[in-house]
């Protein structure tokens, strides 16, 4: 006797078999025991920086400096061959603190963390040309300024989080980034339990795995569900971001995809935009299209009735060949149409940066001899004052006077930098 055929209001529906199989084999692989707990699998230490370096990161000099060690002022940095002193992080923010201490009218330069009233600064890294490499010199040069600086990223292949020794992207951790804090069920954790500690001291990082994904899936199950009206999903980001808000200065949210609802949670819970741009015509073609899509993400959140006013919008050109004739002319397309909103510094192209990538490294943590002198000083001139550029900005929402592009123009780098775009322009 055949079988009775079950009525088609009972099979299983393709989607949903899709969507079983893949949180079966999730579940399993999970099971298995793969990266529980997402450790460092290697333990980095930061260099120490030499007296040198030391007086440009201050903003003194190095005669200075010895002065302050032959007193037994301040910590006691490691002595070398023929007596040379180095530092290492946690002693440039000992120094720092000691300085603030004894020179109260310099307090602000020497300790730039937050004061009362003045509010948590959230810069989101839009998606573009270089967006991870411009995220991570700028969480690692504003913790090198003193500031206390939380790095979110939000990029489900973990780029940012390899940087720092974070390299579980692809096994299915369980709530070790910015999901757990975000996610919908019951599972959901308090922020601080997926904040982990990173090499540089000041600096904290929560990691980017492929977990990330489930929030982008989960969230549009429930918009469609909701007829494209619902609009908790970047609130939960504000949410999380709040939830630390007194243990940072600088929150820099990187790497989220563009158009998804990690991105427009990091734009919701942003007081500034950073988006990075390659001066060639494709690419500012390519940033004319996402900010269509940024546009669309803040529309919605005005739409739900909630207040969009950011500190400011800027963008940062990168990978920048001064020499190239079209380049120069896509810069002037930019700084032409958005104006001041284009920083006035570039990031040029460089092969140093580049090695230290390769490296997993940025420059900040190798010496110039490890990738080559000049190209060393040329790439950190480029860096710093794309760095100093944003410092200024947020020092100027928090109503205090810019210091960090003249301190980074005085610097011997600087200097040699300048000499040699000068050259070029003639």
Known sequence: MPQPVSPPS????????IRRQGEELWNRVRASGAAINFPLPDYRTLRSFSSGEVAGILGVSDSYLRQLSLDGLGP?????????????????NELR???????????????????????????????????TTTALYLVQGLALQGFRVLAVDLDPQGSLSAMFGYLSSSIPVHN??????????????NMRTVIRPTHFDGLYLVPGTIELMLFEEESSRRY?????????????????????????????????????????????????????VHPQLD?????????????????????????????????????YEPRNVSEQEAVALLRSTLGTDVLTATVWKS?????????????????????????????????NSSNAEVMDIISEVWGRPPIYVSQASRSTTAG??????????K
């Open 416 to 425: 040699k930098a300048k000499s040699q775009s000068s050259r070029l322009s």
């Open 97 to 131: 603190a000691y300085l603030a201490s004894s020179r109260p009218k310099d307090a602000l330069k020497f300790c730039p963390r937050r004061r009362k009233g003045e509010k948590l600064q959230v810069i989101s890294v839009g998606y573009g040309c270089a967006s």
């Open 224 to 276: 469609r569900s909701e007829n494209f009206g619902y609009p908790d999903a970047s609130m939960r980001m504000v949410s999380a971001i709040e939830e630390v808000e007194g243990n940072y200065d600088v929150v820099v949210m990187a790497d989220a995809p563009i158009g998804g609802f990690l991105s427009a949670g990091a734009f919701e819970a942003a007081t500034g935009v950073l988006m990075t």
């Open 10 to 17: 009972e099979k299983e529906a393709t989607s949903e078999r």
């Open 176 to 189: 070790a980034s910015m999901y757990a804090a975000i996610r919908y069920d019951d599972c959901r954790a």
């Open 76 to 92: 006691t940095p490691e002595l070398g061959t023929a007596g040379r002193r180095s530092y290492t992080l946690r002693q440039i």
């Open 351 to 383: 092969n140093a940066i580049a090695d230290a990538r390769r490296q997993k490294r940025s420059l900040y943590e190798l010496s110039s001899s490890e990738v080559g002198r000049s190209a060393y000083l040329q790439a950190m001139e480029t860096l």
């Open 283 to 319: 690419d500012i073609a390519s940033t004319a299209m996402s900010l269509n899509i940024f546009s669309l993400d803040v529309f919605q959140f005005e739409k739900a009735g909630r207040s969009v006013d950011f500190d400011f919008i800027k963008f940062l050109v990168t990978r």
